[in-house]
Structure formats: C-alpha cells, structure tokens
C-alpha cells in the first residue's frame, strides 16, 4: 500500500506567505524525508527526520513529525517565487528503498 | 564531485524496441535505486542494487524489465520489446550505506515510446 500521502494536492500561495504541507504514512518508519521536484526535473532532498525526532529545522523550512498520528508536516516560510515546484514526502528504513507520497503542487505567485 | 549522472536525457523508442537506461552514481556510493515517475505522479519505486546484487525488485515488471549494476561501470536499467505505456521519467538515485543525508538523485531519462 503506498506510503505517504500529501495534502493538499495543490497549493497556491502569495509570495511572502507561508506555506504548510501534510504527509501521512501508514507503517512504521525510521525516518521520514522531504524532496522538492522542479517541474522537467529530478528530486532534490530538502531534509530527513529520523523517527525519534519531533521537529527539525533547514533555513526557511520546518518539518514537524508526529509519530502517534503518523504524519509529517513542511512549513516553508517566507515563500519565494523560486519555491514552486512539487513536494514530496518519503518514508523508509535504513538504507532500503523510499515509498513517495503523490506530492503537493506549490505555486508561489509574486 | 559530480552528482547522479543519468543519460540519455531524453530517449524515444519505437513499439517493439529495446530501451537502455544508464545511471552512474555518486563516487562513494555503493546503492542504486531506480524509480519510475508518471506525468503529475508520484515516484514508484522499481529496483534497489548494490554492487553485483539486485537486493529489492519488489516494484519491477516481472517481464521485459532488468536492471544490473555491474562491478565496473554504470547501473543499466534495461526494458525490452517497450509498450507505449513504458513511457514516462525514470530516476536513479543513489546513497551511501547509511541514509542520513537522503538520496541523491540524478536528472531522470525521459522515455517517449511512438
């Protein structure tokens, strides 16, 4: 069953505005990851939280994790025009295989 | 320190051909991970490799595709006799050991099956 479910699926935004991503995930996990995907483009990671964290933090980006709910949350704040793209959350164990989530569509406008 | 490499960019095939995917990891890492992603999809996972052993193959078509990561050279991922429904990006990624860091993935090689 996939793992890593995102919501909302789309997001749109005022630049300068924060912008809130939801992930949940259904099984247990060892970490929980966040990628940002440039429309034509490959992944780039953005941040990992291990599953005994609660909150982690990268520049402008927060991830929170809440493993008794099983679900994830990306704040990005401050939103820049640059920030569209697609997010995507990924759940895993170890050096084993990620499961993605579908993603969220972010558009920044200016 | 060049990233995921991953060629072709941009591959068409006629119905019936063989596609061949190349993937060349990061120097220092020993796992490879290929991923297959649909237009406003998500990305599945197809196939996990270290040196010389598939390790999962859990997402991979149990016909036409294969994948190899050979002790010298590039990660080949190989779909033969393609379908138009093969069409679509395909990512590779690769990781040290231990994934602290995540993975780093390469450009994708977009696939057009005619």
């Not at chain 1, 995102?6 to 259904?26: F, H, R, V, W």
């Not at chain 2, 960019?9 to 119905?15: K, P």
């Not at chain 2, 998500?42 to 016909?63: A, C, H, R, T, W």
Request: glycine share 8%; hydrophobic share 30%; net charge positive.
């Amino acid at each position: 069953s996939q793992q890593g479910e995102e919501d909302p699926q789309a997001l749109s935004i005022q630049e300068g505005e924060n912008a809130t991503m939801n992930c949940s995930y259904k099984t247990s996990i060892n970490n929980l990851q966040w990628y940002r995907q440039n429309s034509g483009r490959g992944l780039v990671h953005l941040i990992l939280i291990r599953s005994n964290e609660r909150e982690k933090h990268s520049g402008r980006l927060r991830v929170t994790l809440d493993t008794s709910k099983k679900s994830s949350s990306l704040l990005i704040t401050a939103s820049r025009a640059a920030d569209t793209a697609s997010y995507f959350c990924a759940t895993g164990k170890g050096a084993q295989k990620l499961v993605f989530g579908q993603g969220t569509r972010l558009t920044i406008n200016p | 320190n060049a990233g995921v490499m991953q060629n072709p960019r941009h591959l068409v095939r006629r119905r019936g051909q063989e596609a061949r995917l190349r993937c060349s990891p990061m120097k220092g890492h020993s796992h490879v991970y290929w991923y297959r992603q649909l237009p406003e999809e998500g990305l599945k996972f197809m196939v996990y490799l270290q040196k010389e052993n598939i390790i999962d193959e859990s997402g991979m078509p149990k016909e036409r595709f294969s994948a190899e990561f050979p002790k010298e050279g590039p990660s080949i991922l190989r779909i033969q006799q393609v379908v138009r429904g093969d069409s679509a990006a395909y990512f590779c990624a690769s990781s040290p050991p231990a994934t602290e860091n995540g993975y780093t993935f390469g450009s994708g090689t977009r696939l057009t099956v005619v």
